[in-house]
């Protein structure tokens, strides 16, 4: 296998073991203590050696890890490189088992700007932590159920005879829920949910407090193209956005006088306002912590901010070929075109020219191409955590992602040679 597709099967792999922000924050976490990365606890002292490599978890969906620089003290400031853990998708409600019509089904709530039809007629399984009884306190297990036990199915094309006229129109209460099974002799909707999940992590049925669990995709992570060009999977946003900074910190080597951070944050695709999303303090109480044994900790800790820059990491749009009007005719991002500066002076993106201007040199530095984009004049923009984490913290920050196609459909498209060269973008920040 070649270094590129090395990369890329374990970008996939990575995807495919991570089902939701959980299972992503335990997979970045085991690679991470791999790696000789210690893991802090928030609610225990800190005692930071120079050079030394930490990680900390909020609620096992955030995860921020950190090489301490040979200089922190001195605020020679950070270098931080953040991405989101979720991706759109369908949660199970608190009371979500039902009978109807001979069916056993699961009610849904639709979390994110997910793109409904795409959730249809696949085959669906269920995922997230189930929190049971333990000894003394309740304890989080991370489940996830491998066989397709889900289903969304559409209706007939005979008895919707205008669907391909009018579009799928999907009412969110009544057709989303899926089809569990049939009712029947084995019990209600609710004890077969309760069986599988306790069969699943063996416990009792009575031991279960509470369930969360989203609805994903069993179809593993695929490349494709006439040469290989492309990626399909689910939750490339954001996870290839993770996986690329992951890969860049964990590459990195040498000392540096600035300390280098990931910030990986759960809750960006509802807005970010959580205590572990990128609204909440979690990054500025890490950056803070790593100054306070210093000699005037305040100050230091304000002139290490000053010093510090971001880079917000999320997937870019690239043009469609057969919605090209849907684009600003000077912006038109291509897959395997190379990294997407986002550009919005509404500051939907956070990037400013000083910003775009130092990314452009990175990328020139790490010999890869780089492409910018602005939505169009008469079309609203999307957002990222990069406006967000930047008037949290007043930090200078970029918007950069790579360019992919059917964003927040359950099963995304992005380039195959665009997923390396952004390492490489981010493993030349990261150098010294
Ligand atoms: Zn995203």
Redesign the pocket.
């Known amino acids: 296998m070649s270094k590129k597709q090395e990369n890329i099967r374990d970008l996939l792999d990575f995807i495919d073991c991570s089902p939701t922000p959980f299972h992503a924050v335990n997979e970045i976490k085991n690679l991470l203590t791999q790696q000789g990365y210690s893991e802090l606890k928030e609610s225990e002292a800190w005692n930071l050696l120079s050079s030394g490599k930490y990680f900390v978890t909020r609620n096992d969906s955030s995860l921020i890890a950190f090489i301490v620089g040979t200089k922190t003290r001195d605020a020679s400031g950070f270098k931080i490189i953040g991405a989101?853990t979720d991706s759109p998708n369908l949660k199970l409600k608190p009371n979500s088992a039902y009978d109807k019509n001979g069916y056993l089904q699961l009610g849904v709530e639709v979390y994110g700007g997910v793109l409904l039809t795409t959730w249809t007629d696949r085959d669906l399984s269920l995922a997230g932590r189930v929190i049971v009884k333990g000894k003394k306190q309740p304890q989080s297990k991370l489940i996830r159920f491998e066989d397709p036990l889900l289903r969304i199915p559409q209706l007939a094309i005979h008895l919707n005879r205008d669907v391909n006229e009018k579009g799928l129109i999907l009412n969110k209460q009544n057709h989303l829920p899926p089809v569990f099974s049939l009712a029947g002799k084995k019990g209600s909707t609710k004890e077969l949910l309760e069986k599988r999940v306790s069969q699943k992590i063996k416990c009792k049925p009575a031991d279960i407090l509470s369930l969360e669990l989203s609805l994903y995709d069993t179809q593993p992570g695929s490349i494709g193209g006439a040469n290989g060009e492309f990626i399909f999977s689910g939750r490339l946003?954001?996870l290839a956005g993770c996986h690329a900074a992951l890969q860049a910190l964990t590459l990195s080597k040498g000392k540096d006088p600035m300390t280098r951070v990931i910030a990986f944050y759960d809750h960006?695709?509802v807005g970010s306002d959580s205590a572990q999303g990128a609204g909440s303090p979690f990054l500025k109480d890490v950056l803070e912590r790593l100054t306070l044994d210093s000699d005037n900790s305040r100050e230091i800790f304000f002139r290490s901010m000053a010093n510090s820059f971001f880079i917000s990491a999320?997937?870019a749009h690239a043009v469609h070929p057969n919605y090209s009007e849907k684009h600003d005719a000077r912006h038109m991002p291509i897959i395997n075109g190379g990294p997407v500066i986002k550009c919005n002076s509404n500051q939907r993106y956070a990037t400013e020219g000083v910003s775009s201007a130092w990314f452009e040199t990175l990328c020139k530095k790490a010999g890869t191409p780089v492409q910018k984009f602005v939505v169009r004049t008469d079309l609203g923009c999307g957002s990222?955590i990069g406006p967000i984490t930047a008037s949290n913290l007043g930090i200078r920050t970029v918007d950069v992602g790579n360019p992919m196609l059917s964003m927040h459909s359950i099963r995304e498209m992005a380039g195959a040679n665009d997923h390396l060269p952004l390492i490489k973008v981010f493993k030349e920040f990261f150098t010294a």
């Open positions: 989101h946003d954001n960006e695709e999320d997937m990222t």
